[in-house]
């Protein structure tokens, strides 16, 4: 496989469910994102992890919760969710955290219900 | 508050006609600018960056940067239907601006139609 790769593609939870997203990179990058995307407002920055190590969360709700095992690999653990939290989830990545171009994942479309 | 502000559109254009797409931000010290287009229920596809004051060419997207001006614009020449998405303009403020490090700000897209 090539580029940044995300599963699920869709997933579907009730707001008392565990779930989580997976993202891996084949670029050999070493910084990683996850970015929410809801109708009608801008990528939000949610995490981005630098060498493996979290340098920004952008006041996310530990409802949400990252880890980076590697810089190859992403997780993003869900759990006690909310409808509002329905959105799409992208996972990126750069060759390093700075002024480099990143470059996306095809997405998990969330439900919560 | 660093914004990157796009007008939303709908951008409706004929084919074989140059789409211009038009991008303004807030923070004067930013360093590095990208554009994106997104299919409807699809992720986000770089298609050009550009750093340095003036005209980037790619095949038929020609970005262009004023910094002094604070904007940044996407033309799309002999557009085609397959060009018809939504535009993203995204801004990283650079690397000596603290935890902003590595951080892009999108602004809400642009959609553009493009009509045979």
């Known amino acids: 496989e090539t580029g940044v790769t995300q599963t699920p593609r869709h997933l579907v939870m009730g707001m008392t469910n565990k779930k989580s997203l997976k993202c891996e990179q084949h670029l050999g990058h070493n910084a990683m994102y996850w970015y929410k995307q809801s109708a009608k407002k801008p990528l939000e920055l949610m995490f981005v992890y630098n060498f493996k190590e979290q340098t920004e969360n952008n006041s996310v709700p530990s409802r949400f919760s990252p880890e980076c095992p590697n810089s190859s690999h992403l997780f993003l653990h869900l759990h006690t969710l909310q409808p509002e939290d329905s959105a799409l989830y992208l996972c990126?990545?750069?060759?390093?955290?700075?002024?480099?171009?990143?470059?996306f994942g095809p997405g998990t479309r969330l439900t919560v219900t | 508050q660093k914004e990157v502000e796009q007008n939303s559109g709908p951008l409706s254009v004929p084919e074989g006609a140059i789409a211009s797409l038009n991008c303004t931000y807030s923070d004067r010290g930013s360093q590095s600018f990208f554009w994106y287009r997104q299919y409807s229920g699809k992720s986000p596809e770089l298609i050009m960056s550009i750093y340095s004051n003036g005209d980037k060419e790619d095949g038929r997207f020609t970005a262009q940067l004023n910094k002094a001006s604070q904007y940044v614009s996407l033309l799309i020449r002999d557009s085609q239907p397959s060009d018809s998405a939504t535009y993203l303009c995204?801004?990283?403020?650079?690397?000596?601006?603290?935890?902003?490090?590595?951080?892009?700000?999108f602004g809400r897209g642009t959609q553009l139609t493009v009509w045979p």
């Open positions: 990126a990545s750069s060759p390093r955290q700075g002024d480099y171009e990143q470059y």
């Open positions: 995204a801004v990283n403020p650079g690397a000596d601006r603290g935890s902003t490090l590595g951080r892009l700000y």
